[in-house]
């Protein structure tokens, strides 16, 4: 069973290997992502273009990430982001044989990069969702050169997407997969889907879930599966907080 994740725009400080796009998932991919990361240090020249892919409005922080480039030294996809999801999986928190399943379960899928490992190293770095890098929307672009190479890689695995819906712009498999959704008093929740996505993974990865009828049968702290509705190849898991 893969899990495919959204990133977080935040990220962590620190590294501790060089970086390099050849570490990175399939290497099929790499003329792809040396495209875009060349755009994307070009962009970084002109402060105006740069405060732009990042989304951010702080001189100070503006400045930090456009020195920083893509040259700090590298750490784990999953170390390196440090959005709700990510504090809630703890990661840091798991022994060795609980992170290695993260490391190597775990499709994460970058806005810079497009879809990685969990383990693998990436440096620390600015994009904003849904920016452009110069006139490349990075969703788009990475769908069309990733969306074959994932299908075949997962080709026979089950998936698990417990993506925001954002990243449907970046791949939607093309086999049966299974989603969540939390809900509240009847209602969808935002935030705290961030964060139950996390508890959800983390159980997952504690329990060393490898299906998703497994998966069904996992008991989670505070959820409750209210009902599952399947469409074409999409099945979604409902949950009740509380």
């Given at each position: ?66 020195n920083i ?156 599966i209210q009902?599952i509705q ?13």
């Amino acid at each position: 069973m893969k899990i495919l994740l959204a990133p977080s725009e935040t990220k962590s400080t620190g590294g501790t290997v060089p970086f390099s796009l050849s570490d990175l998932w399939n290497n099929e991919l790499l003329e792809t992502r040396s495209k875009l990361t060349q755009i994307y240090l070009e962009e970084l020249k002109n402060e105006l273009k740069s405060k732009q892919m990042f989304g951010l409005k702080k001189p100070r922080e503006i400045e930090y990430y456009r020195n920083i480039g893509l040259h700090s030294l590298a750490t784990k996809a999953v170390k390196r982001y440090t959005g709700v999801a990510f504090d809630y999986l703890d990661y840091s928190s798991l022994d060795d044989k609980q992170q290695n399943y993260i490391d190597k379960n775990v499709i994460i899928f970058s806005n810079l990069f497009g879809p990685i490992m969990a383990g693998d190293p990436i440096p620390e770095y600015r994009l904003a969702q849904g920016a452009k890098v110069g006139e490349i929307e990075a969703d788009k672009y990475y769908k069309v050169h990733s969306a074959e190479l994932l299908d075949n890689y997962l080709a026979d695995e089950e998936i698990l997407d417990i993506r925001a819906g954002y990243y449907d712009r970046f791949y939607v498999p093309s086999k049966p997969y299974t989603t969540l959704k939390f809900i509240k008093d009847g209602k969808a929740v935002s935030h705290w889907a961030k964060a139950y996505r996390g508890i959800v993974l983390r159980e997952i990865t504690k329990a060393g879930i490898n299906s998703l009828q497994d998966f069904i049968k996992l008991p989670i702290e505070n959820l409750t599966i209210q009902e599952i509705q399947v469409k074409k190849n999409k099945t979604e898991i409902v949950y009740a907080l509380g």
